[in-house]
């Protein structure tokens, strides 16, 4: 069944009901429109959200970022975050594939139903003027028989009239022919137009008009068909990113599964551990003696109060529930308890290590550079160098001596020292390369691969003992070459037990299966501890 068929005399509906139909898309495209202005407030706002509580750290974050809990709520922002992209994503598809594409195909429709509209207007102007061409003929034909009857009449009655003459009676005859003859000739007209206006009429009804309306007909159907596909590309559209949106749910699932409240625990221990012993008995003063204060024999040789354990900290308060003061800080971190102060000499040492690594590559460039200035003048000045070689040479004795001195330091904080050491390469301001311990001492030995890192070794050596129990496990997550005395080596992946946890000095001591034993860099390992 189709319109031109079923349909052929509902011109004026079928007009309205294409109207409509293209209404109803462009009320489609406004609610799609606003449901993407929902999706990007949304995203902005769930951005901003993740912004405001994932700000800059301030020093007060610096010592809970080690917190699984800390963690895991940063990593649930970056989930949020990238969510929020998501959600721009469907507005932009749904903007793009729906909105765009949509407002675009209604251009052409509404270009396209105009032309049919146009069409069908023009074959019924036609069909009008025929009709009224019909019309005029008939009427003269009307008109003009009417008169062929009154001159036929009006002859008779003259013919029959004794006192008309001759003349007057072939007079009435000649015009009563003639208007007989132009009565005939409107016959024959009307008759032709009336042939015509049937067959345009035949033509309008079962053929152009039909053919308009099977036109519409098609249009409206690849409108709905449209608009079809864009209601599921509503859906697709979202369906296309929950995979996406699925796995950032699953980052947030991931992320509250990963806080471990017994790591966390000694992560506060590691941090905040002072080091200091538990205050001993305090003795009786027996004023009524007279005598002095001896030594309890429930202390064993304890201090014998918070003041006397607290040595360099004697000034400050011991009470543990009392509000302590902001204590000075120091350049040899005096300041902080025991435990802490060998983390933070340690942290110190390191950072030294490295800034004097530095300064010796530097050196041996410039010494390097230096030499080819002097066999190739062509090249530069090895003058314009001098200043550079003065400087850096300064900036490695002024490191050397701030190593010696946090060493020192470290060494009466009781830490093993087991710092990263530089390789002593440096040069004179002349620009001769000289090899130097790190002490300043001439060495004889060859200068050692600038890829390797030299490290310290360990005072205290293992002796056989009965093997201790694991307290954790560990799993490398770099190489380690194990070269110094007290160190073992490790590949990446090795799995390993954890035999004595990390002082606060940045190693842990790791065995193999085969019961080799040894320090390890606690920062080249993922290490869990045993609840």
């Not at 062929?148 to 009239?161: G, L």
Request: glycine share 6%; net charge negative.
């Amino acid at each position: 069944m189709d319109w031109g068929t079923e349909l052929w005399d509902q011109c004026d509906i079928l007009e309205k009901h294409t109207q409509s139909g293209l209404e109803l898309v462009e009320k489609y495209v406004k609610f799609v429109k606003e449901r993407t202005e929902i999706e990007q407030n949304y995203a902005k706002q769930l951005r901003n959200l993740s912004k405001k509580y994932n700000l800059k750290r301030s020093s007060k974050d610096e010592a809970d970022c080690r917190l699984s809990s800390f963690q895991a709520l940063l990593d649930i922002l970056n989930e949020m975050n990238d969510y929020a992209g998501q959600r721009e994503l469907i507005a932009e598809n749904m903007m793009m594939n729906i909105c765009i594409d949509l407002t675009k195909y209604l251009q052409e429709i509404k270009q396209e139903r105009k032309t049919y509209l146009m069409e069908a207007k023009k074959a019924q102007q036609n069909l009008e003027i025929t009709y009224k061409q019909l019309d005029s003929s008939k009427k003269r034909f009307e008109r003009e028989w009417r008169e062929a009857e009154r001159a036929a009449q009006y002859a008779e009655k003259t013919d029959q009239d004794i006192n008309a003459t001759k003349a007057d009676v072939e007079k009435a005859k000649q015009q009563a022919h003639m208007r007989a003859h132009v009565a005939e000739e409107c016959k024959n007209d009307y008759a032709a137009q009336l042939q015509k206006y049937n067959k345009e009429q035949h033509q309008f009804y079962f053929n152009d008009m039909p053919v308009i309306f099977n036109k519409l007909q098609d249009l409206d159907e690849r409108r709905v068909r449209k608009l079809a596909q864009g209601y599921n590309l509503f859906s697709e559209t979202e369906k296309h990113v929950m995979p996406i949106i699925g796995k950032c749910l699953e980052g947030i699932t991931k992320a509250g599964t990963s806080v471990n409240e017994r790591n966390d625990s000694m992560v506060i221990i590691e941090q905040n551990k002072s080091g200091f012993e538990r205050p001993g008995d305090l003795d009786f003063e027996d004023f009524s003696q007279g005598i002095s204060r001896t030594s309890s024999d429930t202390s064993l040789s304890t201090p014998k109060g918070p003041m006397d354990l607290l040595g360099k900290n004697r000034g400050k308060n011991f009470w543990l529930f009392s509000k302590r003061s902001k204590p000075t800080v120091t350049e040899d971190f005096t300041h902080l308890p025991p435990e802490q102060r060998r983390k933070r000499l340690q942290l110190k040492l390191d950072e030294i290590v490295k800034e004097l690594q530095k300064e010796v590559d530097q050196s041996e460039a410039l010494g390097k550079m230096k030499d080819v200035y002097e066999k190739n003048p062509q090249m530069g000045d090895p003058a314009s160098l001098a200043s550079q070689i003065t400087q850096t040479s300064q900036n490695i004795e002024r490191l050397r001596a701030e190593l010696n001195k946090y060493e020192t330091w470290l060494a009466e904080a009781g830490g093993r020292g087991e710092t990263l050491r530089y390789k002593p390469h440096v040069f004179n301001n002349n620009g001769s390369h000289d090899i130097h311990s790190p002490d300043g001492a001439h060495s004889d030995e060859s200068t050692p691969d600038t890829s390797q890192a030299i490290y310290a070794e360990f005072d205290d050596d293992f002796e056989d003992e009965e093997l201790a129990a694991p307290i954790g496990t560990c799993t490398a997550m770099y190489n380690f070459p194990g070269a110094s005395e007290g160190t073992i080596s490790m590949q990446e992946g090795e799995e390993l037990e954890v035999v004595e946890g990390d002082k606060g000095d940045g190693w842990t001591r790791v065995r193999r299966a085969n019961g080799d034993e040894g320090y390890i860099p606690t920062s080249y390992g993922t290490i869990t501890l045993f609840k």
